[in-house]
């Protein structure tokens, strides 16, 4: 059929509907589609804020293959306090046979999520991956990227090293002073 992209595989064609699995249904170039909700590069999405939301948890999965997902956590410290604070995130539910890795780092709102000062996790096959950061208190101020301030982002990134999966990992996130 003209446009088929995989002749052999009557479920591939220009007319299919996408689903998740780690194929091109509808030969548009493109893999499982619609099925990630999060960017391949920085920065994410807010997954939750505090000091309203002191922890919080995501479902998502990584498709296609070599998939990395990032998304972080608003952080403002509370007008009254002047401490240091911390970020913990857990990533769990990895689906067998995957291998994924855990990155997490602080950022402020108009700066940028340091990838060589990331403190990571690379536990082997379907570990619990498990990464705290604390942003330490400096005359009342963060010390975040190239400036100080009273409020960042606790970026999280998860990387599939194995390959891609329809299957859900789960992020969980805590954050304190």
Known sequence: RSGDCND???SVNPGASEVCDVKDNDCDGTTDEGYDNFPN???GPDIGSYPGQTSGSVAERLTPPGE???MAVYAEEQSNWCAGIKCKV???NIPAGKDYDLCVCWSSLSGYCDL????CSENAGNANEV???ELPETGCVWPVG???QEKGYCDIQVVGYSGASCSNYQVSWQVWE
């Open 8 to 10: 052999s595989d009557s």
């Open 41 to 43: 590069s920085w920065p």
């Open 68 to 70: 990395r997902d990032w």
């Open 90 to 92: 857990t990533l769990s």
């Open 116 to 119: 060589a000062a990331m403190s």
């Open 131 to 133: 990464v705290q950061v």
């Open 146 to 148: 190239n400036g100080s």
